[in-house]
């Protein structure tokens, strides 16, 4: 099992007249007690930057070390205790629709963004993250892999990160969307089709990011795709959250 720091993405919904109360909650009392279980590396929440009916209006992200770390979560009985006042505390007042887990394949960093102080992290009020999923034709996620790893990483995201204001480039691939163990009304009702391949940017402000998507180096990059896959990738996910709360080990 590879040793690869991994990721998981958790959104709900939450009925509206608990969400005040809800997210209240979540920063004073979920994530403190969260971060403190061994496996859990950090720990954010963040608020959809333009409403997008299609997409959660929050989702909260989930660092572990590695993979065994996020299966081991599940055995953690201090996990266990907190998963289960939780549940006590909203049960069916919030809906999870989101549940999944990504492996890192490959990060690029213009300055260190995991600066801490004590347990909770003092983070850029602006802080934006862009998710851009996409899933392959069948037969082409070996062909995307090692487009991406020769051209990808090596050649287009190094250009790109030069471009004012962009933090972090993460390329994952999804690795998990296995839910035993969880309580039955935790299940998802609805069935959801993840991306195989998440690309995680991280902007210093919406501004950033309005700059990366006008700039001619991700237009460079977009052109290059056409190359390789004429038919272009699918995209199930492309949008931008707000970064509201973030804790960190």
Excluded at 86 to 98: A, C, D, K, M, V
Excluded at 140 to 148: M, S
Excluded at 217 to 224: G, M
Aim: net charge neutral; glycine share 4%.
């Amino acid at each position: 099992m590879e040793n690869r720091p991994v990721i998981r993405i958790l959104a709900r919904t939450i009925q509206p007249e608990y969400e005040e109360r809800f997210l209240k909650w979540q920063y004073e009392v979920y994530f403190p007690l969260y971060i403190t279980v061994d496996e859990i590396q950090e720990i954010s929440g963040y608020q959809i930057l333009r409403n997008n009916p299609q997409y959660p209006p929050s989702l909260n992200i989930l660092h572990y070390r590695n993979r065994t770390d996020q299966m081991n979560l599940r055995k953690n009985q201090k996990y266990i205790d907190i998963t289960k006042d939780s549940n006590t505390t909203w049960g069916p007042r919030i809906e999870p629709i989101w549940m999944v887990a990504y492996e890192l394949i490959k990060s690029l960093q213009n300055v260190p963004i995991k600066s801490k102080r004590g347990t909770l992290s003092e983070v850029n009020p602006n802080t934006i993250i862009h998710l851009e999923g996409c899933t392959l034709l069948q037969g082409e996620a070996e062909k995307y892999e090692r487009w991406f790893t020769k051209w990808g990483n090596e050649v287009y995201m190094p250009i790109m990160m030069k471009l004012c204001g962009l933090v972090e480039f993460a390329w994952y691939r999804c690795i998990d969307v296995d839910l035993t163990g969880l309580a039955s009304y935790l299940i998802p009702k609805r069935p959801v089709e993840y991306p195989s391949y998440l690309s995680v940017l991280t902007f210093e402000s919406p501004d950033a990011y309005d700059n990366y998507e006008k700039s001619p180096e991700l237009a460079a990059f977009r052109y290059a795709l056409r190359v390789p896959f004429p038919r272009g990738l699918e995209y199930k996910w492309y949008i931008q959250y707000q970064l509201e709360k973030s804790f960190r080990k």
